[in-house]
């Protein structure tokens, strides 16, 4: 399926209502977006992009125990240091 659309002044590209539809998107998702070695971008959405890298990566058992959102501030404390006001 190959679908038109054009890029704005601002950088932001609209997605055809019927991709957007297939995808399964809705308004304030984040999309994860590659760019392969020619030139063409691969969309997805990213909670599927983590889904499919689920269980790739090890984590400390502090980590596990936690809530998503817990563990997920917890890891950023630990590496980029305290959280800024």
């Known amino acids: 399926m190959t679908r038109m659309a054009t ?3 601002k950088r ?3 997605i055809p209502v019927d991709v957007f539809n297939r995808l399964g ?7 994860a977006i590659e760019v392969t070695d020619d030139r063409q971008l691969k969309i997805q959405k990213a909670v599927d992009l983590v889904e499919k890298l689920a ?3 090890s984590v400390s ?5 936690m809530d998503l959102d817990e ?3 917890k890891a ?10």
Do not use: C, H, N, Y
């Not at 998107?25 to 999309?31: R, T």
């Not at 058992?61 to 125990?65: F, G, Q, S, T, V």
């Open 55 to 57: 269980g790739s990566l």
């Open 12 to 14: 932001q590209l609209t």
């Open 76 to 85: 950023k404390q630990l590496r980029f240091g305290r959280r800024r006001a």
């Open 25 to 31: 998107l809705a308004a304030g998702d984040k999309l």
């Open 61 to 65: 058992p502090e980590l596990a125990k």
């Open 71 to 73: 563990a997920v501030e």
């Open 7 to 9: 890029i704005t002044s």
